[in-house]
C-alpha cells in the first residue's frame, strides 16, 4: 500500500481558497517538521471553523473529498474520516446545526458511508437514520446542573475534586455528572461526596464535589487527566440514574 503524502489530499485544500492561500504561505526552510497527520489535523480545525462562521464556504470541498475517499486509497479514507468527516459531526453538534444540513451538502456515496462510519465515534449511542442520530434510550431526567470552576486529582488517586457553581435543582451523593460530548455521546462518572463552600452572601452556591475515576482508567491516564478532566466553564447536568446504553459511564460500582 503506498504511502499517504501531501500530494494525494491535495485537492481538498485547494477547494478551500483561504486555506489554500494560508497553506502555501507557510514558511519553507527545505526540511518537514511535520507529517500527513498534522497536515490534515491543521485542516480539520479549519474546517471545525468554518462549520461554525460560515458553513456555506465549505461547498466546494465536498466534490473533492467524494473523489479522494472514493478512490484515493483505504489509508486515506480512513485518515479524511477520523479527521475531515467527524470534524464535520462534531463541529455542527457543537454550533446547534442540524447535521441532516451538512449530510445533505455530500456528493456521493462514499462521503455518506465515511459519514456513517465516523457518527460511530462522535454519536456512538444513536443510529443514523438519514436524516438524524436516533438514541437508543431516553436520557435521564436532569436534576441540576454544575459550572466547573476547578478541577484537581485526590491525594489518593481515586477520584477527582471538582469546585463547581450551582447553576440550578440539586446535587448529592451516589448521583452522577451527565456531561454531553456529543448529542448522542454522554460521560457519567458518579459522585461520592458533595461539599458546600461558604463564600459571600448573595454569591451563586459553589460546592466541592469528589467525582470517582473508573476502574479501566490506569494511572497514567489519571496523571494527565485529573488536573483536566473537564475545561473550566464547563456545564454538567446531573442525575440520579444512568441508562446502561450509556457509552461513558464511569461508575466504580456499575463498571
Sequence with gaps: MPQVTSAMWAPLRDALPTFAATWSARPDDGESTHDVWDELHAFEEYVRELVK???????????????????????????????????LAEAADEAGIDLAVIARKFAGPATHAAWVEGLKWTHPEGDWDG???????????????????????????????????????DVRAGWYSWHARSSAYHEARRISSVETIDGE?????????????????DADFRRLLGDRLYDLGTVLGIVDTVPPETVGWYSPEEG
Design 53 to 87: 462562521s460560515d458553513p456555506a464556504s465549505l461547498e466546494p470541498m465536498f466534490g473533492p473529498l467524494e473523489m479522494l475517499l472514493a478512490d484515493g486509497g483505504e489509508e486515506l479514507n480512513g485518515m479524511l474520516t477520523v479527521t475531515v468527516v467527524e470534524a
Design 131 to 169: 436524516e438524524r442520530v436516533v438514541l437508543r434510550f431516553t436520557p435521564p431526567h436532569i436534576l441540576g446542573s454544575v459550572r466547573v470552576l476547578s478541577t484537581v486529582a485526590s491525594a489518593d488517586g481515586e477520584s477527582v475534586d471538582m469546585t463547581c457553581e450551582l447553576l440550578d435543582g
Design 201 to 217: 452572601p448573595g454569591m451563586a452556591t459553589r460546592l466541592r464535589l469528589r467525582v470517582e475515576f473508573a476502574p479501566d482508567e
